[in-house]
């Protein structure tokens, strides 16, 4: 690709102005970039934030992966390594959230942005609109061997702004079911050929989770509440959009859209699951929620896929699938996120090196099999329809899900680790917990919205 293969000339650089720091870094929720051990002007951090010019063929990486992930993103590095030895490549990783983003946003800022950028597609609308961003040529993806057909639509679709394509989606990780396999089996819930049984409907999932809270003798489900506002959002959100595709807002987050009834029927429902049923316990976190799924304790989990070392590493015996389908009055669906490579916006076509940049995405795209082992659902469709894939157990089990993805309406103060999460996952806390009745969390939810919605976006 670097030598000759065609593409369409990149658009020229926006200017960010002191309107697009204050909207990028203040949008994002970041506190400030921190102190920086800066070992010379060869750093690739050093580079972002000094102003040293950069080798010739070398290219910049920022990601915010540590933990497995963080080994596996080294791995696929690794891989683009051996096959383009011409280029130096150099990866800076830095704390996921807000001192990713501020980093990422002065750096930019700077003029002296990676190359290349890992972020959340939940995150690139405000990216996109502080100027932060590269806008992408379809036409030079698709000459880089990256068409449109090759990713997974609904990934592809939340990669836009305004019609203008801004990432290039690397995954999708939904809201997902773990099950504990002997308890499954000891609760009669998997079929002859031992798989799970259907569990689509209130009734059935209610009933299955009563079933294995026999088989347990403790609970039979388990979902963190405390101190875990994030994951009680996505279970809201997963079940209130399988009721209505009424987003929680609307215009950049200026106006609440908030289906009062569903969110009152969704939390009804969650409110069932634990006070009526009491089939899961309202006080545990998130790795207590684990280990009652890892101990035997509960025969289900409902979490994130990134959980899914976690579990793999006590060696139970456990399988995964898509949340069920609680509701059938909209599409299915379920709360996702994805992780996407982005080009923040360079000062030069020269600084941006666009072949540079398209080669190491392709690269990144094509380790996507050895990515998805950390359970995240390949946005790369060469890789998720093939048979290696398919054989990935349990990871491809819920691959199925990534179809019904619902992200965060696009706010300000939305995505990934943002206030809106916080703000509607304490809300529903405190009906899960039995502090307030369904439709009293409702209507806090909405009060919560509105007041977000009023504060002027910091610009």
Known sequence: MRNGTPHAPSPTPRA????????????????????LALAGCGNTIAQGFTG???????LNFWNPFTGGDGIRMVAMQEEYRKRHGDTTLKSATFAWGGPYYTKLTLATLGGRPPQVAVAHLS?????????????????????????ERDFDPNAWQKAHRDDKLYAIPLDTHPF???????????????????????????????????????????????????????????????????????????????????????????LAYIRRLTLEDKVIPTGVDGPGAITLLTTGKAGFLMDGVWQVIAVQDSKIKFDMRPLPRIFSDAPYAC????????????????????????????????????????????AWLPTQQTAAYRELNPQSHYAEAAKGAVYDPVAWYGGAGSTLQIQV?????????????????????????????STPSPV
């Open 176 to 266: 997902v079911l773990y099950f504990h396999t002997d308890v499954a089996r000891k609760a009669g819930l998997l079929d002859s050929s031992g798989q799970l049984a259907d569990l689509d409907g209130p009734d059935k999932f209610a009933d299955a989770l009563k079933a294995a809270k026999e088989a347990t003798g403790e609970w039979g489900g388990s979902v963190a509440s405390i101190k875990d506002a994030s994951t009680q959002y996505r279970l809201f959100l997963s079940f209130y959009h399988q009721l209505t595709r009424t987003p929680l807002v609307t215009d950049q987050g200026t106006k609440v859209t908030l289906d009062l009834a569903a969110a009152e029927e969704a």
């Open 16 to 35: 960010l102005s002191r309107r697009s720091l204050l909207r990028g870094a203040a949008a994002l929720g970041a506190a400030g970039a921190g102190s």
């Open 425 to 453: 996952g304490d809300a529903v806390t405190s009906v899960f917990t039995g502090a307030r009745s369904p439709r009293a969390g409702a209507e806090a939810m909405r009060s919560r919205l509105r007041k977000q919605a």
């Open 335 to 378: 709360f996702a996120d994805s992780h996407a490579l982005v080009l923040p916006t360079a000062p030069s076509e020269g600084a941006q090196r666009l072949d540079l940049s398209l080669e190491f995405v392709h690269s990144m795209l094509g380790s996507s099999q050895l990515w998805a082992e950390g359970g995240h659902v390949p």
């Open 52 to 58: 040293a010019a950069p080798e010739p063929r070398r």
């Open 123 to 147: 995150k690139v609308p405000t990216l996109a609109e502080a100027g932060l961003l590269s806008e992408l040529d379809p036409a030079a993806l698709e000459s880089a061997g990256m068409p």
